[in-house]
């Protein structure tokens, strides 16, 4: 394999998992531009996705993608219900206090599927997309490709709620302005709900389509929450497109870092870009919306 | 004259306490697991404290403090490995090294505002831990076991815990004291106006670059000192052990349980949950089970929503209605 | 009588700002508010726009009590409300401002109707539609604020220092279309800096100090009080 | 310094109060004077009194019961071996106390010890959570508290070495039946036993299978490359690898360090296939395994052979990975086909499987032979008394036919490292585990080189 095509591997790998991150990363930038909430559950939801797709194949049978739709419907009810049941009373708190809640939610939701389904790792054998493209010497993995496919539909969707409809307008709005968007007319509270609904069936679909390729444990939420968090501060809080363009950065960073200088290093590189980041451009690269 | 009467009893209720913590190693002598769990509270409470000045009162979420941890448990042991040097230096030198870091990486992100600030120490955290963990100068992933000494003050090594429980219990004091000063004093008051509105406390002239890094610096000393000590208590130190993140995430937890931004707060969480913790590691956590966590983390949840104001603010409450009750 | 405040104290955590404000606005009126900073002025504005809640003391509203009700039924009953700061969505088109304007209608064709009307009456919207609203300048942005505020088609439109900030050409621009506005039949309250110009343009003011209203006349009669001229036109007539 | 903080508030205090100021000055520096004393001298004493004590042994617990502690991550991301052995442990004590006369286990025909008076065995839990803290204070609390007779545990090393301080210091044996690293029975540690083979023998073990291939296939394999995770285990694993791989004349082309649970594996692989070694060698846990094998399937990309560690053994790896997993290696301890033959393992197996619908791995086969070391020991030294069974181990001999595990014997070196009993290596072939090598064990032909993601 030389150069040229080792270094279209590498851009290929990047942009793959960079496209999971991304879908990872734009439920937590919404939840975080709007509400002013950093989701330390975040990883766990999505672990949480991944082991409901898991159930469904395993007592029904039923593939990760064609139980996505449940999936996403599932979670944008347990969205709502984190909105209702905890984070509404948290609304004006200190940052401190969020951070805490949602800590705390992460403890329950891992332990609790800790107890239930033990700490064993699954996978869903034989799913739907299996195997990989091969073009030449570079290999392109269908599961992957497929799930950077929905990332890239669900945030087409995604954007275009917000930019063309009345509520996603007026998600917009509170996030930039909750006051003025309370003067005129929005209900708040409503707002957040969707906000929430919306962000939490985003890592739905991110869960159910990281089940296809990956294993399924009750810890494995850690591992995608700080990448998450980089995604989402690279590419600025609050927008799509920079959540997109930070999961991408970062799915580069990694491979070419990993690959071209040390695997073990390679989270180095990410956070390391991150801090820079954050002390040259403290805003991320985009705005809110 | 009231007031000053309520010192008085404030001020004998702490001695009495001090006598019993002082006296209490004699009665355990026989049980090096209650004095090992003595320990771990008297270690949370420095480090909480540690925590409190720069979260509780300067208001940066910092989750880099279980760092400052680490680099005073590798400076001091790194030098008593290689130079032979007495840990009572390399605490010194540890200190040194942490408040450096805390200085440079405080200069450079501390103007970043809540949720920037947090998350950009966590990506630190991560960065210095995964470096260690590469890092063959410093024993990588092997971790670094101290040679076991003679036991001496001078090496600061004993084979009873004894010592270790009077020392920790010396630095939790200290770090209180310290921190009950700060409170007390005009940087203290800067530091609660830099968390209540940072803008309105530079429009006053306060120097919030300044203090908020004063904070962070003197929160890295702290946690520098317990982990050297630490370090000298465990005797094995290694990057996932005294680098991980749930250090720092533990001691966000205390001072929220007890109360954030009171010199008491850190105190009181660390002497509930710690213990808790442990009770319910051997009590559930035997069972193979997670449920230990599920308690903590609802504990935590119950707390934040319906007495974010820590356990503190409760027992105050306490004692007022109780004192309303004395005196009808 | 469209609005009647009644006596009503309010706070902000622990800082009782209106300590007992008393006014009331009649159909088809300008009113102005005046007083120093920190009288309680835009708090009388929040407190009538459900932004707070008055401890005591009553809101009255086209004959209904609207103290308790949420903001974004008092907007239904016909109120609008706009800020002292910058209150445009910077990130947002100008269109996309306006359109947020009517968030709270349901009709389509005569919202549409209302921008084409509004747009007539603030040339600059039409003009620069598609642009980010944080790209406009300050009178502009002031402009863009009116109109989305309009959309609502209010009775009562609150206006918190519309001229704040603005240069003195453009805050008699600013005048000239809440005159205008006026005549189309809305009901409005300022709250002013500029003391004189707003007495100058409003039919009736009140003014504020230490949280209550100390005084009330016709914007003329307030404009020669003496004390007035004192305190807050530099002592000079 | 607290006295002073006392005084300063003391000072405000009797500034506002008139009355007696002078006397109450007096009497709060009696009692500091006092309290600073009691304060010194319980130090003191302290200090002073831990150097002439030796470490106070156990009191020795009820004939009636045993109290063998036992600490193994129940909770954490490695709880699943924690739960394995937990089952495997139960068993044992279930064997051992009660009347098993046709298992050819050492106790398993007597109830209970019987040089003890038919004493029944008890294990009291810790959690070590995977962490080498909590590791060592859960061993405290067993040692202290409930004052067990010995210890066991704990997989991990790093959490091993921590938790076998405590044991050294108070004089309890700490037998280790799972944890590979070298170092922890060249501390010289008094009360340490480890009944199982350092890390050091099955990398020397992999690298003398590939010799034999050399040799039998002609092969000629002479590239290696190693994925080890930044653990202490997986880092110690790599540079064994390196140093035999030296030794037995391979060349180790790439070693790859990685990030334990990392998400992604791309980058490794790629580099791996880069390189394009002969052998590659897995060392990392289970998750980690799995995944290598799914990224090397997208990259479409196998060496002549990988092998992994005994981990893949466990039911988890071929559940996740079904075909997939076919022709791969690993070097074990426990290989469960050998021992069909032997009519102990399959009853036990059966036994296993009959109350927890689980069958032994080996792990949790370790875990189980470790028991019947330490029972067998106790048993002998006839007393709960340390030091009696810490010199019953120095004796210990247990003939392979009594064991689960295919060693010649249980006997200790004066270290206190198991003598005897290396690796055999086993492939999967069709969902199967096989014992392949020495080919004198070997159930099955091995299947060479391995095909590659086409030919299957």
């Known amino acids: 394999m030389d150069l040229v095509y080792l270094i279209l591997q590498v851009i290929i790998n990047g942009i793959l998992i960079g496209g999971v991150y991304a879908l990872i990363a734009v439920g937590l930038s919404l939840i975080w531009g709007v509400m002013e909430i950093v989701n330390f559950a975040h990883g766990d939801y999505l672990m949480a996705a991944a082991f409901f797709s898991f159930i469904f194949w395993s007592y029904m049978g039923l593939d990760p993608l064609i139980s996505l739709p449940l999936v996403v419907v599932i979670f944008l009810f347990i969205g709502f219900g984190t909105q209702k049941f905890v984070m509404k009373r948290l609304i004006d708190s200190p940052t401190l206090i969020t951070i805490a809640a949602t800590f705390a939610l992460s403890l329950i939701i891992r332990y609790g599927f800790f107890v239930v389904f033990k700490p064993d790792y699954r996978v869903i054998r034989d799913p739907l997309l299996q195997g990989s493209l091969h073009i030449s010497s570079i290999s392109i993995p269908i599961a992957k490709m497929v799930t950077l496919l929905i990332a890239i539909i669900t945030m087409i969707l995604l954007f275009s709620f917000l930019k063309y409809t009345k509520k996603g307008r007026a998600i917009r709005a509170t996030a930039q302005d909750r006051e003025v968007a309370k003067s005129l007319g929005v209900n708040v509270e409503q707002i957040f709900l969707i906000t929430w609904g919306l962000g939490i069936a985003c890592v739905g679909i991110a869960g159910a389509m990281l089940s296809t390729f990956y294993y399924v444990f009750p810890l494995m939420g850690v591992t995608f929450v700080l990448i998450a968090f980089a995604s989402v501060t690279l590419g600025g809080f609050g927008s799509v497109h920079g959540a997109i363009f930070g999961g991408l950065a970062i799915g580069l960073i990694q491979q070419f870092g990993g690959t071209f200088v040390s695997p073990a290093l390679k989270d180095v590189f990410v956070f390391g870009v991150f801090i820079l980041v954050l002390i040259f451009k403290p805003k991320g690269f985009f705005g809110k919306y | 004259m009231k007031n000053g009467m309520n010192f008085f009893k404030k001020g004998k209720w702490l001695f009495l306490i001090l006598i019993a913590l002082l006296l209490l190693p004699n009665f355990l002598k026989d049980e090096p697991y209650v004095l090992h769990v003595c320990i771990i509270v008297f270690v949370y409470v420095s480090l909480a404290q540690a925590w409190n000045l720069i979260g509780g009162y300067a208001g940066q979420i910092s989750f880099v403090n279980h760092t400052f941890f680490a680099i005073g448990a590798y400076t001091s042991t790194m030098l008593l490995i290689y130079l032979n040097l007495t840990p009572w230096i390399g605490l010194f030198v540890g200190m040194a090294i942490a408040g450096c870091v805390a200085y440079v990486l405080g200069f450079q992100i501390l103007h970043l505002k809540g949720h920037y600030f947090a998350v950009a120490t966590i990506a630190f955290a991560e960065i210095v831990k995964l470096l260690f963990l590469n890092w063959r100068g410093v024993g990588a992933a092997y971790g670094l076991s101290l040679p076991l000494k003679m036991p001496s003050f001078y090496y600061l090594m004993w084979s009873s815990k004894l010592p270790y429980y009077y020392i920790f219990l010396l630095v939790a004091i200290i770090s209180t004291i310290l921190i009950y000063t700060i409170d007390k004093s005009k940087a203290g008051m800067y530091f609660r106006s830099i968390k209540q509105d940072e803008d309105g406390a530079k429009h006053k002239g306060i120097d919030t670059r300044y203090y908020k890094l004063l904070a962070f610096v003197i929160s890295a000393w702290i946690c520098a000192l317990v982990g050297t000590l630490y370090a000298q208590y465990i005797l094995y130190i290694c990057p996932r052990s005294c680098m991980d993140i749930m250090i720092s995430t533990k001691c966000i937890l205390i001072v929220l349980f007890g109360g954030l931004g009171t010199v008491a707060g850190p105190v009181l969480g660390a002497v509930i949950l710690i213990p808790l913790a442990e009770y319910t590691r051997i009590k559930l956590g035997g069972g193979g089970q997670g449920w230990d966590y599920i308690i903590y983390g609802l504990i935590i949840l119950v707390i934040v929503l319906y007495q974010p104001q820590g356990v503190y603010s409760i027992l105050r409450r306490c004692k007022k209605n109780v004192q309303k009750m004395l005196r009808s | ?237 | 310094m607290y006295s002073y903080y006392i005084r300063g508030k003391l000072k405000k205090n009797v500034i506002q109060v008139n009355d007696g100021d002078v006397k109450m000055k007096k009497e709060w520096k009696r009692i500091s004077f006092f309290l600073m004393t009691i304060m010194l001298a319980s130090t003191l004493s302290g200090c002073i009194g831990e150097k002439e004590e030796t470490p106070a042994p156990t009191t020795p617990a009820p004939v009636e019961d045993i109290k063998i502690g036992c600490i193994w991550p129940l909770t954490g991301d490695l709880a699943a071996y924690g739960a394995a052995n937990k089952r495997a442990l139960e068993l044992a004590v279930e064997i051992i106390n009660n009347k098993y006369p046709d298992l050819n286990l050492p106790l398993a025909a007597s109830e209970g010890l019987p040089n003890l008076g038919g004493a029944k065995i008890k294990l009291i839990w810790g959690d070590s959570r995977g962490t080498p803290e909590e590791g060592r204070s859960a061993a405290e609390y067993l040692i202290i508290n409930e004052e067990v007779v010995a210890l066991l545990g704990c997989y991990q090393s790093a959490v091993t070495e921590t938790a076998s301080l405590p044991a050294e210091t108070y004089g309890v044996p700490f037998l280790n039946p799972d944890s590979s690293s070298p170092t922890l029975t060249e501390r010289g540690y008094k009360w340490f036993w480890r009944c199982t083979p350092k890390a050091i023998d099955w990398t020397r073990n992999a690298l003398e299978f590939y010799t034999d291939i050399n040799e039998k296939f002609d092969a000629n394999l002479h590239t290696y490359g190693i994925f080890n995770e930044d653990t202490l285990w997986g880092v110690e694993s790599g540079d064994w690898l390196e140093y035999w791989a030296d030794e037995f004349g391979f060349e180790v082309i790439e070693r790859v360090q990685y990030p334990h649970e990392t998400p992604d594996l791309s980058a490794e692989v790629l580099r791996m296939k880069q390189a394009n070694p002969d052998l590659v060698h897995i060392a990392g846990y289970i998750s980690d395994s799995i995944l290598y094998v799914k990224t090397m399937k997208e990259n479409n990309w196998l060496p002549k052979m990988v092998m992994s560690g005994e981990m893949i053994q466990m039911s988890d790896f071929l559940d996740a990975l079904g075909d997939d997993g076919n022709y791969f290696c690993l070097t074990i301890l426990f290989p469960q086909d050998l021992v069909t033959t032997k009519a102990l393992t399959v009853k036990l197996n059966e036994m296993m499987d009959e109350r927890y619908g689980k069958t032994f791995d080996d792990p949790s086969a370790r875990a189980f032979t470790g028991l019947f070391v330490l029972a067998d020991a106790i048993n002998r030294a006839g007393s709960t008394d340390p030091a009696k069974i810490n010199a019953a181990f120095a004796e210990t001999n247990i003939p392979g036919e009594k064991m689960i595990l295919p060693w010649a014997a249980i006997q200790f070196d004066e270290k206190h490292q198991l003598k005897a009993g290396g690796y055999v290596i086993q492939q999967i072939q069709d969902g199967e585990y096989y014992t392949v090598w020495p080919w004198e064990l070997a159930t099955r032909d091995i299947i060479w080189p391995m095909p590659s993601w086409d030919e299957r």
């Not at chain 3, 401890?55 to 002292?84: D, R």
């Not at chain 3, 343009?201 to 016709?218: C, F, P, Q, W």
């Open chain 3, 1 to 237: 009588m469209l609005l009647e405040v009644k006596d009503i104290h309010a706070s902000y955590g622990k800082f009782e700002i209106l300590k007992g404000v008393t006014l009331n606005v009649d159909e088809g009126e300008i009113v102005c508010m005046i007083g120093p900073n920190g009288a309680g002025k835009s708090t009388v504005f929040r407190t009538i726009f459900g932004f707070l809640k008055p401890l005591k003391g009553e809101v009255i509203f086209k004959g209904e009590s609207i103290g308790n009700m949420p903001t974004h039924e008092i907007i239904k009953k016909g109120v609008s409300y706009i800020f002292q700061r910058d209150s445009v969505f910077p990130n947002m088109t100008v269109m996309e401002n306006m359109k947020m304007g009517a968030y709270i209608r349901d009709d389509k064709e005569q919202i549409q109707k209302d921008i084409e009307v509004l747009c007539k009456m603030f040339p600059i919207i039409k003009e620069r539609k598609n642009e980010m609203a944080k790209n406009l300048s300050g009178g502009q942005r002031q402009m863009l604020e009116m109109a989305r505020g309009l959309l609502l088609h209010p009775d009562l439109f609150l206006l918190d220092e519309p001229t704040a900030g603005l240069a003195p050409k453009v805050q008699k621009l600013t005048f000239k279309k809440i005159k205008e506005i006026n005549e189309n039949g809305i009901t409005i309250m300022i709250v002013e800096q500029n003391a004189r110009l707003a007495l100058k343009h409003s039919d009736r003011a009140y003014v504020l100090e230490n949280g209550k209203t100390i005084m009330e006349g016709s914007g003329v009669e307030i404009l020669n009080n003496p004390r007035v001229i004192q305190a807050y036109l530099g002592g000079k007539k």
